[in-house]
């Protein structure tokens, strides 16, 4: 199986950056994906990593480093909607996104 | 970006029904959809996948006699709850992948089940 680790809560003021972290151990690591997830609602896709590196859409980025078992997911000039749950999900193999791993997820509160 | 829906939203039934759950992707074919289940403040637990046309696969420990799974189209997934018992309040979530089928996955919006 794969141990995914994320910090339960993490708390920013609005304006600011916030970097969550997420760490896992697994075999055949096939993809990295972050989700955001607001109280009551399903989940919706945020970003993928496969590759070392940074992927960046917007205020949101996503680092991977591979062989470090390390992934970030970086949020600029937070909003007040930006307050959920961020959720880390691994891949591995050669398998659908939907059998992914979920970590515990992060819960971010911003205020103001 | 493609849309998954779920019905009921929400659904309160008493201890020993039967509740079933439908997902729908509404604007591309699924041949494979997700069933999720979450408890509060915890993360997404994979219970099995739909497979169309095919036996769905179960995770271990979740009760494929519990939990009939039927994927009879390419855009509908049911999960009926059978004899439900108040441990089974949850949040049951579908997924379907994109139609690349790798690198991303569209839930649906939920239906959070009541037990009573």
């Known amino acids: 199986g794969q141990n995914i680790d994320q910090p339960t809560e993490m708390t920013a003021t609005e304006g600011a950056i916030v970097q969550i972290n997420c760490t896992y151990q697994t075999s055949g690591f096939n993809g990295l994906f972050w989700y955001q997830q607001h109280a009551g609602e399903a989940p919706t896709f945020l970003s993928y990593n496969v590759l070392d590196g940074l992927e960046e859409k917007g205020r949101f980025s996503s680092f991977l480093s591979r062989s470090k078992g390390y992934s970030y997911l970086l949020l600029k000039e937070l909003q007040m909607k930006d307050s959920a749950s961020y959720l880390c999900?691994?891949?591995?193999?050669?398998?659908?996104?939907?059998?992914?791993?979920f970590g515990d997820g992060t819960t971010l509160t911003v205020k103001p | 970006g493609a849309v998954v829906s779920q019905h009921p939203s929400w659904v309160i039934c008493k201890s020993g029904t039967s509740v079933k759950i439908e997902c729908r992707s509404l604007d591309f074919q699924a041949t494979t959809m997700f069933w999720y289940r979450q408890f509060p403040k915890q993360s997404l637990m994979l219970m099995a996948t739909s497979n169309e046309g095919s036996k769905a696969t179960y995770e271990q420990g979740v009760e494929k006699d519990k939990f009939l799974i039927n994927h009879a189209s390419l855009t509908l997934s049911t999960l009926t709850v059978t004899s439900a018992h108040p441990e089974d309040s949850s949040f049951y979530i579908c997924?379907?992948?994109?139609?690349?089928?790798?690198?991303?996955?569209?839930f649906g919006p939920g239906t959070r089940l009541t037990v009573l």
């Open positions: 997924s379907a992948d994109s139609s690349s089928g790798y690198n991303e996955q569209f």
């Open positions: 999900a691994v891949r591995v193999h050669n398998t659908n996104a939907g059998k992914s791993t």
